[in-house]
């Protein structure tokens, strides 16, 4: 069964630091690029980040480049979010999910910046 597991997300102020994760199952994690997205309230949801298979290349959304970074360890079959200098617009429900072939979308990690 393909699972996808998302954590770490929190409460934070602007200008601070997160790490999130997402942990994968039931399928060749090492196979497939993955890509983050996030879902304010009201709002489409976004992609943010991808890397390719084997994190060889990234690619970041306008909106996050400089500030986050994308990144996986398939031993652990995890890729990761390093999220810097937050803002408030970046409070949202974080998911992720593969490039190709997407599966059903996780709980996703609340992410809330606040001052």
């Known amino acids: 069964q393909v699972q996808l597991v998302e954590s770490g997300g929190g409460l934070v102020q602007p200008g601070e630091s997160l790490r999130l994760s997402c942990a994968a199952s039931g399928f060749t994690f090492s196979s497939y690029g993955m890509t983050w997205y996030r879902q304010a309230p009201g709002k489409e949801r976004e992609w943010l980040a991808r890397i390719s298979y084997n994190g060889g290349r990234t690619t970041y959304a306008d909106s996050v480049k400089g500030r986050f970074t994308i990144s996986r360890d398939n031993a652990k079959n995890t890729v990761y979010l390093q999220m810097n200098s937050l803002k408030l617009e970046d409070a949202a429900v974080y998911y992720c999910?593969?490039?190709?072939?997407?599966?059903?979308w996780g709980q996703g990690t609340q992410v809330t910046v606040s001052s």
């Open positions: 999910n593969r490039d190709t072939n997407p599966t059903a």
